[in-house]
């Protein structure tokens, strides 16, 4: 395939007299081991970027993008316990653990040329702690009382006490450029020119953003750790799967990260052109059941429905084997994750005998099983935007339906399906939940919060879960968990199906590509492309500022 | 005729208005809100508390409508939830582009409409006028996204003849200008196609019946009998009478158009509007939704005017009365 579109490129080339990219020249030319630059990514994504601002932004595509042009004081390793150097070199903790003292690199400046310093910190600090900004991740910053720049290259916070998280709460929030900022008003801060063209102070700066279509970003040659080896990188927004597919198997597209449905993992696995990156993420797939309905307030019922579902073959089915089965909410990528705790066998045997000891019984002979009245039939709500969900719905039926219980699927609107959650408007549903970075049990499974839709009431789980929460050390932490993870696997309030792999695929022409559970871009500055093997013949940009400014949303000269 | 034109101005607006209105409605009565997305385990629920305050959206519906259609009568459109910029560049950036996709679909309806149309009556019953039926059956009943499907499949998948997706290439602005009008072109031709096909396959049937109607006329006995060359005939004559329907009928595929660029936009990555209403509704970005709804209710609108205008102008056996206010 790559080869007939080489060939066209050859002829359309020698047709219109114009040079272009490398790739036809051959393959071997170059030292492979030794990094080169130049050449250009090209990364498709579904969603369009919101803003660059990274406090007002909620949107991937954003932070995708953003966080190659911010950078943190320290950025974290895949554990996201320990770091490695970003902005700062080290960081010192005090005697009393009360502060942590950033050392920032020195010779770092902002793309329009100012030096960073320890206030660009302090004043990002204010800004994404200020109600006007109303940062939806502004509680990680709860504990951290002051933030003073001892000098230019020195920034301190104090911390109301110590606990586990005092430097990732720290490098949460991306310092700013004061010097453009600092005297605009909070409540203008989004509608300031940066927001649409920001100035950062990472390794790749700003190019341009044509709204819906495409975002540019190239490398910045004044990186005081060293430029990217890629000069220039391209995101386009294409929203139809099918599309974007098409792409990335025809070269137009080189990336294509967290790529959906799992179903192209087949035909990119075999493509020689393509490289899959496939690893353990931070998402699991579930189905919740409601514990108010009267067909599952008997735990007895959720475990022999449990063991009813034949996980591996989901797994095998429908994901191509690219995930893991489900034992637990801490899933294998969270440190917390308790190894010891295994999932429920597929026994479809124990689960009749389970559902006949809880007084569920076929009395009529027609397969599905009744108990005073009541046939054991229901509902399995999910999303139909998520063709693996729905597919899953319908796969758990027929397995279900060797038990004696008869579950119709019933796919929602993403909203809706949101809302009838919430509003404990179900009997069973199929979902997901994408675990963040700090194992937290409460929101799912705390008394009266809003995610608890399982209703899970165990008096237990309660104590622990809360306990938690205010444990420092984390020896205890994970003990603590791990208790509260037994209760929750013990009362089967969700069957754990799968944790699902992060997909990604990409052009093979990269080198040094290393995706891990940190993303798809942990090493991004890092990758290249052998001499012999552009494709791209794309110069960076004369000069920093004439790319930058308000005038970005205008497409580039020669349209 | 400006009378006429004003007047029938001045009756769309109460149509232009109760379509926004309606669509107010249904919007709000739709579950969810723009803070949807933001409902997360680790987002605090004072925060979504906060951004609803912000967006005013914890006012009564009706103070919310009032404040829309106060501020939308000031030619303020609002500003975006979703792409946190004012909703007048959106629509800067965005209308153009749906315009020239379905421009330039309409030049494809016309000509290939009206040349197949002309072809298949002068050679009626012969095997052209029959495969050119099957065929205009065969694309008229077929889905534009389906067909825009097996483009993209055949075309660039298979072929690799044309590039998938959006308006331009990655490498646009490093090509010399020759060829960024070919990028150009390479990119429009399939999703124009695909939103073509079916209207050009309807419009070469009308055309068809027109022409077989006209050439069967005492004029066109009369034609022959003068003694012009079968070309001045069909080309000259016949075919400007049967083009009167036809006229009429591209003013009528505006909308059409319109609805039928949501799905291509979205298959071909096109930034236009259809693409924009989309993603806005998914969102619950009820201002963008508005707004967009408008401005296409009034292109909707203004095709209709452009249609009855046209055959005033094209038709001479009806003119309007230039007294009539």
Redesign the interface.
């Known amino acids: ?1 790559r080869a ?2 080489r060939l ?1 490129i050859v002829t359309a080339a020698l047709l ?1 007299a ?1 040079g272009g990219g490398g790739g036809e020249a051959g393959e071997q030319a170059g030292a492979e081991g030794t990094p080169v630059d130049g050449d ?1 990514l ?1 990364v498709g994504l579904p ?2 970027a ?2 660059f601002f990274p406090p ?1 932004s ?1 949107s991937v595509t954003s932070s995708d993008i953003y966080s190659n042009i911010y950078w943190y004081l320290m950025r974290s390793e895949p554990d996201f316990i320990t770091f490695r150097p970003g902005l700062a070199d080290s960081f010192t903790f005090s005697e009393d653990s009360l502060q942590v003292t950033f050392h920032i690199h020195p010779g770092i400046t902002w793309h329009d040329g100012a030096p960073f310093t320890a206030e660009d910190v302090v004043f990002a600090n204010d800004v994404c702690k200020s ?1 006007e900004i ?6 990680w910053l709860d504990h951290i009382s002051n933030v003073e720049a001892v000098d230019s290259l020195t920034v301190r916070f104090t911390y109301d006490e110590p606990y586990m998280y005092q430097v990732l709460d720290a490098n949460v929030c991306y310092p700013l450029p004061k010097h453009l900022l600092g005297d605009v008003p909070y409540t203008e801060m ?2 300031h020119p940066i ?2 063209s920001p100035v950062g102070n990472g390794p790749f700066r700003f190019v341009s953003w ?5 975002i540019v970003i190239e490398a910045n040659p004044d990186f005081v750790r060293g430029r990217p080896h890629v000069n220039r990188i ?1 995101f ?5 799967g ?3 597919a ?2 990335i ?2 070269g ?1 597209v080189d990336l294509w990260p967290r790529f959906t449905p799992p179903s192209f993992y087949p035909q990119f696995n075999t493509d020689a052109d393509l490289v899959v990156h496939s690893y353990p993420g931070r998402s699991y797939t579930y189905v919740a059941w409601n514990r108010l309905d009267p067909l599952f307030e008997d735990k007895r019922v959720r475990q022999a429905l449990t063991m009813a579902s034949n996980r591996a073959e989901i797994v095998e089915a429908l994901v191509y084997g690219q995930g893991h089965i489900g034992s637990q909410p801490l899933i294998s990528t969270i440190w917390a994750h308790d190894p010891t705790i295994e999932p429920y066998p597929f026994d479809a045997d124990s689960a009749r005998a389970l559902l006949e000891a809880a007084g569920w019984a076929d009395t009529d002979g027609d397969g599905i099983r009744e108990k005073d009245g009541r046939r054991l039939a229901f509902r399995i709500k999910t999303n139909t935007n998520n063709q693996l969900r729905v597919d899953i719905a319908t796969v758990l039926q027929q397995q279900f339906r060797a038990v004696g219980a008869d579950a119709s699927p019933e796919p929602l ?4 399906f ?2 009838q959650l ?1 509003g404990k408007e179900y009997q069973a549903a199929v979902g997901g ?2 675990v ?1 970075i700090k194992p ?1 049990m409460i ?2 499974f705390g008394q009266g919060e ?2 608890n839709f399982v209703s899970a009431n165990d008096p237990q789980l309660e104590r622990h879960i809360r306990e938690a929460e205010v444990t420092r050390d984390m020896a205890g932490m994970k003990e603590i968990l791990s208790q509260a993870q037994r209760i929750v696997v013990e009362e089967a309030y969700y069957t754990f199906l799968f944790q699902l792999n992060d997909l990604h695929a990409i052009d093979s022409r990269f080198q040094n590509v290393d995706m891990n559970a940190y993303g798809w871009g942990f090493n991004l500055e890092e990758w290249y492309v052998p001499e012999g093997r552009q494709k ?3 110069p960076l940009s004369a000069s920093p500022m004439a790319r930058t400014g308000a005038d970005s ?1 205008t497409p ?4 | 005729m400006l009378g006429y034109i004003l007047k029938r101005t001045l009756q769309s607006i109460p149509i232009v208005l109760g379509a926004s209105t309606l669509i107010f409605i249904l919007m709000h009565a739709s579950p969810g809100d723009p803070t949807s997305i933001y409902i997360r385990p680790d987002i605090d629920p004072a925060v979504i508390e906060q951004m609803r305050r912000n967006l005013g959206l914890d006012q009564p519906v009706h103070i919310q409508y009032v404040k829309w259609i106060s501020s939308f009568a000031q030619g303020d459109f609002g500003y975006s939830f979703s792409q946190k910029r004012p909703i007048i560049d959106i629509i800067k950036d965005t209308l153009p582009n749906t315009l020239l996709l379905s421009g330039v679909a309409l030049v494809i309806i016309f000509t290939v409409g009206v040349l197949i149309g002309t072809l298949q009556a002068v050679r009626q019953y012969s095997l052209i006028d029959n495969l050119a039926t099957i065929g205009a059956f065969f694309f008229y009943s077929m889905p534009s996204f389906w067909f825009g499907l097996m483009l993209i499949l055949l075309l660039s998948y298979k072929l690799q003849w044309l590039p998938a997706s959006q308006m331009t290439s990655v490498n646009f602005e490093f090509l010399p200008a020759g060829e960024q009008w070919v990028d150009r072109l390479k990119h429009l031709i399939m999703p124009a196609l695909a939103l073509g096909m079916g209207s050009a396959a309807s419009v070469a049937r009308y055309m068809r019946s027109g022409m077989l109607e006209q050439v069967r006329q005492d004029y066109v006995r009369t034609a022959r009998a003068k003694g012009l060359s079968e070309r001045v005939v069909i080309f000259k004559h016949a075919m400007r009478n049967a083009l009167i329907p036809i006229v009429t009928l591209l003013g009528l595929y505006v909308p059409f158009l319109v609805g039928g660029a949501v799905l291509i936009e979205t298959i071909f990555a096109w930034p236009g509007m259809g693409r924009l209403i989309i993603s806005a509704i998914f969102q619950r970005d009820y201002p963008v939704v508005l707004a967009s709804a408008f401005v296409l209710s009034i292109m909707v609108v203004l095709g209709n005017l452009l249609a009855d205008v046209l055959y005033s102008v094209v038709d001479p056996r009806i003119r309007v009365e230039e007294s009539e206010v």
């Open positions: 395939m007939i579109r066209a219109a114009c250009m090209v969603v369009d919101d803003t007002l909620n109600p109303n940062w939806s991740s502004a509680s989004g509608n927001a649409r044509r709204s819906g279509e495409e391209a386009r927004i294409i929203s139809e099918t599309t974007l098409t792409q198997q025809n137009d609107e993403f909203n809706t949101i809302e919430i939940w994408s963040g937290d929101p799912i809003l995610f791209y013949d794309v949303a580039p000269a020669g349209r």
